[in-house]
């Protein structure tokens, strides 16, 4: 088996402990399951960098960790990739706006990465380039001699047409993708969205019939790989976690009526504000009161520069304090705001605690919390998952009650439908999630998208 170089912003602290973020915990499993050598950021910042990452090694994995300097913290993550990419990947109403200078920063680090990677590849490596953060990275290492496989996969949804245009990067961020071997995407709309970007940038010519992208020369294999959970482990976690006060705490909350669950990022894009108006709409259905429901919304902090990710914290906190103060009674709190993070397996306990979860963001590229939900919960006794359309999550889990988040009554009454459903409905759609998700679980995504990557280099891969 050729060796495994996972490449992503990203990784677990240094010091141990819980990695926050989808990403990092699947990319986390992946490489315990194939050992490999993991290069990317250690989430320091400071004045003057390394250029070498610090290397670490344990559980048959080699982690390859740089420091990023405070400009290129505030260019390159703050400035490009999270107020410009992020955005636009989300659809957000208002364009985001583009800064040349973060645009150099964000290639000048993607360089860096590039030049930090080279002297630890051997020839024989395949590289998995992760998410949007390291778009150019496949094209800086071919411009520095690299000669490896290497694929990409984009974790957020791929961008609408019309947002893509008005990007004065884009079409050099389009290019950069053809350093690659292989794309990766979430979600059949994703590949589909990508499709049109390239006719847009190369004309109608370049797709093939096997989907796969012939352009200037290269051609690069292309294909939808849906990221997933580990079923099983997921349940260990929950049968470990039953020890820990949090979840002891959830289960008297579970006695005195229905436990609702979300869990979320702090960020716009996550449909918490639309979610707590939902909430406080379906608080004022007569059913509501037969319930007497508690959602415990978990709004862990984001990667939002400090200021901004204090004003949105301190919005959502003041309408979660009113929407309690409005409904709360002697014996009763329909809503608990926590504001923190738990650790992953302390979070699997309280979703399996939960009759209902809550999972409605305005776009998503995929959404691991709405696969936890259903793969923490207990077949005998499921709780139901209402799910937003705009997750990619959507896509596979047919089970949940679906919603557009943005309509607030339908929103309520589908929390409604979850909380009175029967057993026998609920054990129904349980089995089928349960079905689709041991399909297209975790070992799935990482073979199915490496085994595409192989698949290019075996049909004769083009030199870049
Ligand atoms: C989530 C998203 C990923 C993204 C990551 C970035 O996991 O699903 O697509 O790469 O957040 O998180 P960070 O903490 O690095 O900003």
Redesign the pocket.
Known sequence: MNRLIAV???MPPENGGAG??????VLDAVLRQRGGLWLG?SGRVCKAPSSAPRISESDGVCRAALDLSCEEHAGF?LGF??SVLWPLCHGAVNAPVHDATHYATYLAVNQRFAAALLPLLRPEDHIWV????LLPLGQKLREAGSVQSTGFFL??PFPELSALQGLPSAPGLMQALLAYDALGFQTAGDLAAFHRAAQWQWGSAVLQADGSLSAEGRRVTVGVFPVGVQVDDIQREVHAAQQSPAVAAAGVLRRGGSLLISAD?LMGSKGLRERLLAYEAYLALPSANRQRPCLLQIAAP??LDPQAGAQFGASLQALAARISERHACADWTPLRYLNRCFPHEVLMGLLHAARVGIVTPLR?????VAKEFVAAQDPADPGVLVLSVFAGAAHELAGAIQVDPRDTRATASAISQACDMTLLERRERHQEMIGVLRQHDLRAWHTGFLRRLRSGQDCGRQPY
């Open positions: 992503s912003n990203r926050s973020g989808g990403l990092s915990v950021w993550y990739s999270n992760h998410d949007y953060h974790h957020v990022r984001s990667r998503d590229g995929m959404n691991l």
